[in-house]
């Protein structure tokens, strides 16, 4: 029989990175590898956060 999650325990994800399920050690991640490919994309620019303008802001 499966062992059953206390009344309240939130689901596992799998890894964003690749989809495998997350371990303890590399939450939310399956590995280190998968942790460093995320750390690069964001070091280099991959992963954006959008902004918008609004009429307020001075222009750079």
């Known amino acids: 029989m499966p062992a059953r999650k ?3 325990a939130r689901p596992e994800k ?5 989809g495998k399920p ?3 050690a590399s939450r939310p991640f399956c590995s280190e590898r ?4 995320d750390l690069n994309r964001w070091l280099s ?4 956060i959008p902004v918008s303008k609004t009429d307020g802001e001075d222009a750079e």
């Not at 998968?34 to 490919?37: A, G, I, L, N, S």
């Open 22 to 24: 997350a371990v303890a």
């Open 45 to 48: 620019g991959s992963y954006v």
């Open 6 to 8: 206390p009344a309240g």
């Open 14 to 18: 799998p890894c964003p990175i690749c």
């Open 34 to 37: 998968c942790r460093d490919v």
